[in-house]
């Protein structure tokens, strides 16, 4: 059965040290996200980002690890971010990991949409779980 969360999300994000000084391609960063709403949990992560000498034009990938409740049920799982944008046209693809819930998330599938408006982060989460 298909099912969806909504809410909002604060979020923190921390450049972390290059590996190398000399080059900062890609920049990685860490990610502290707090979720309200269907989806009450916390997640931890790190991003790997690009831009370009275009303005608008980047990507990005990032996996992060989300604990806590979804509609009453409680565990973890891990959430995929693929995503670019194109002179500021944005394409983000975030799906979680298949097999990566445990306890009562466990067999949990699904894609995530944010969307941010005036500085507020909303998400809308599209997810089944076995039953």
């Known amino acids: ?3 969806q969360a909504r809410g909002e999300f604060d979020v923190r994000v921390t450049p972390c040290p ?3 000084p ?4 890609p920049a990685r960063l860490s990610l502290d996200k707090q979720f309200h709403g269907e989806l009450e ?5 790190q991003m790997l980002a690009a831009g370009t000498n275009v303005p ?3 990507g990005y990938v ?3 690890r989300v604990s806590g409740s979804l509609a009453g049920h409680n565990g973890t799982f891990v959430l995929q971010h693929i995503g670019k944008m194109t002179r500021g046209a944005p394409d983000l693809n975030i799906n979680v990991v298949p097999d990566s819930g445990t306890g009562e998330l466990e067999g949990l599938a699904g894609t995530m ?3 941010i408006d005036g500085g507020k982060h909303s998400y809308e989460f599209d997810y089944t779980l076995p039953e």
């Open 1 to 3: 059965m298909s099912n």
């Open 18 to 20: 290059p590996d190398d």
């Open 22 to 25: 000399a080059d900062t391609i």
């Open 41 to 45: 949990a916390t997640s931890k992560g």
């Open 56 to 58: 608008g034009s980047a």
């Open 62 to 64: 990032a996996i992060e």
């Open 113 to 115: 949409a944010i969307q």
